[in-house]
């Protein structure tokens, strides 16, 4: 069965995206073999608890650097069609591992979040939240003395708890669990799709690459751009 049949075969269906769902809008993966941002840089020494209290300055200099990317970029044609199929009542929920707000933006309205958002950063002292932008004109404290760190889970941090239960329930739930861009590496977002399976799901990985769960998979799309295979479904719809 192709995509769309699943799709359309589905009373329930949940979508898993990571970061290769927001390549195409322009921004780099974290994974990817020769652009992905882990090839030239330490996760350790930029996106870390340990990063943000002992190298501060390649902290704030990697979040500038990723939101101002950010800000030059938008969603592409695949969020568009993802919230149009929630609209229509084919998909239940998106939960993302990306932190570029593309789902919301592109009208997504049950996105569920699991690493945080970069749209904000919130102050490590009283936890007041402001926009990003912050960043992009040297603000880096609080008006009461804190230091602002981004609204995203660092290596080293906890998921948000409410963030966390809805996405097992969903996956709990699902009938068709759809990944789309995850090189599925990290925990424990990468456990979603084996709950959903293990609750009875269909199991759809679209991925450039290959990924740590193919083998569970009932379907592998590997080699093709999301956008594409997205717009092919949906012409299918
Ligand atoms: N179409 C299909 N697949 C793509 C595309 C595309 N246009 N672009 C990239 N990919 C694939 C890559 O082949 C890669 O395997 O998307 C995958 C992205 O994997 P990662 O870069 O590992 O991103 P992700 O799985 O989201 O990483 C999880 O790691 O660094 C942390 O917190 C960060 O949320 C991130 C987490």
Not at 226 to 234: C, T, Y
């Amino acid at each position: 069965m192709s995509l769309s049949e699943w799709l359309r075969a589905s009373k329930r269906t949940v979508v898993l995206t990571g970061a290769g769902m927001s390549t195409e809008s322009g921004l780099p993966d974290f994974r990817s073999a020769k652009t992905g941002l882990w090839q030239h840089k330490n996760p350790e020494r930029l996106a870390s608890t340990h990063a943000l209290q002992y190298h501060r300055d390649d902290f704030i200099a990697f979040y500038q650097y990723r939101i101002r990317t950010l800000r030059e970029c938008e969603p592409h044609t695949g969020h568009h069609i993802l919230a149009r199929w929630e609209e229509r009542g084919l998909i239940d929920s998106v939960i993302t591992q990306n932190v570029d707000g593309f789902h919301q933006q592109a009208g997504s309205r049950h996105v569920i979040e699991l690493h945080g958002s970069l749209r904000t950063v919130r102050c490590a002292r009283c936890d007041q939240s402001y926009e990003s932008d912050a960043y992009l004109t040297d603000t880096f404290y609080c008006s009461c003395g804190g230091f602002l760190r981004p609204s995203v889970v660092l290596f080293g941090e906890a998921l948000p708890a409410d963030a966390v239960e809805q996405a097992w329930r969903a996956a709990q739930q699902a009938e068709l669990f759809i990944v789309l861009g995850s090189s599925l590496q990290v925990s424990p977002a990468n456990q979603l799709p084996l709950i959903a399976k293990r609750n009875g799901a269909k199991l759809i990985i679209v991925n450039m690459e290959p990924t740590e769960l193919d083998e569970w998979a009932d379907l592998v799309i590997q080699n093709r751009k999301i956008g594409d295979v997205l717009a092919e479904a949906d012409q299918e719809m």
